[in-house]
């Protein structure tokens, strides 16, 4: 397998075609960007982390019968994935109240959802990702009722095995953000990354973050919080 032109640079990843039509290779950045684009930084060693983290996560997903992207890792920062045509759908799942569904909605971060949440933006960075629900997404031809109901019951899988997993290392999962994808035959995968970019992690005693919400806010100790949240994953991920 032979790694030819990039084919995509986005704000943290960028794309490679292969000499195989079907496979691509994602390369992770250290780039860190937040609110809509406008925050821009560097988070030294993210790139790793997240490379890493989203290869171990993505097999465990795969183990519990959800299909992905996932390939083969080829370097600290290289994973080789099914080329996939991305479902233009940010799908985020919530477990707990906080970022946009607490200023959305003007509650306060932290509350325990009795179940968890599912919305939908448009991934249209023109638009600035705008929420929709399954009509709209429907209406606009994003996907059809079956693909997003098998995008449903995939992104509420992913929740499950998680939060359970994160939960054995001591770490509350609050919300996260899913892209799926299709292959070349018309499969729904889970796509792109499960990070501390795309997910929120509390420690689940003292409820610090250990996420992306670091660098958004300002909080300092960014680095940090990504070398402990990997830290957890591989003193608790028996692979
Ligand atoms: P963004 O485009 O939002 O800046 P990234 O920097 O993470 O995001 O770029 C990675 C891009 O690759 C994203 O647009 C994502 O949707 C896309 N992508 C993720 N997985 C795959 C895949 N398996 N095949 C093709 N594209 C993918
Ligand atoms: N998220 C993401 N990419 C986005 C928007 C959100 O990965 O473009 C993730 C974010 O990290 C969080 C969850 O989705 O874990 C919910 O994010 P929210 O809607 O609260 O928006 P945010 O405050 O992160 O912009």
Known sequence: MQKLEQIYEGKAKKVYATDDPELVIVDYKDDATALDGLKKGTIVGKGVINNQMTNRLMVKMEKAGIPT??????????????????????????????????SRYGVEEGIVF?????????????????????????????????????????????????KAFWAECG???????????????????????????????????????????RFRRDMGGVEDAYAEIMKRLLDHDAD
């Open 69 to 102: 992207h996932f390939v083969k890792e080829l370097s600290q920062r290289e994973t080789l994935v099914k080329k996939v045509s991305i479902v233009p759908l940010e799908v985020i799942i919530r477990n707990i109240s906080a970022g946009h569904f607490a």
């Open 114 to 162: 009795d179940q968890p949440t599912i919305e939908f933006s448009y991934k249209n960075d023109d638009l600035h990702d705008p929420l929709l629900n399954e009509y709209h997404a429907l209406a606009l031809k994003l996907a059809t009722r079956e693909e997003i109901d098998l995008i449903k019951k995939y992104a509420f899988g992913v929740n499950e095995v998680l």
């Open 171 to 213: 770490v509350t999962l609050v919300d996260f953000k899913l892209e799926f994808g299709k292959t070349a035959d018309g499969t729904i995968v889970l796509a792109d990354e499960i990070s501390p970019d795309t997910c929120r992690l509390w420690d689940s005693k003292t409820h610090e973050k250990l996420d992306k919400d």
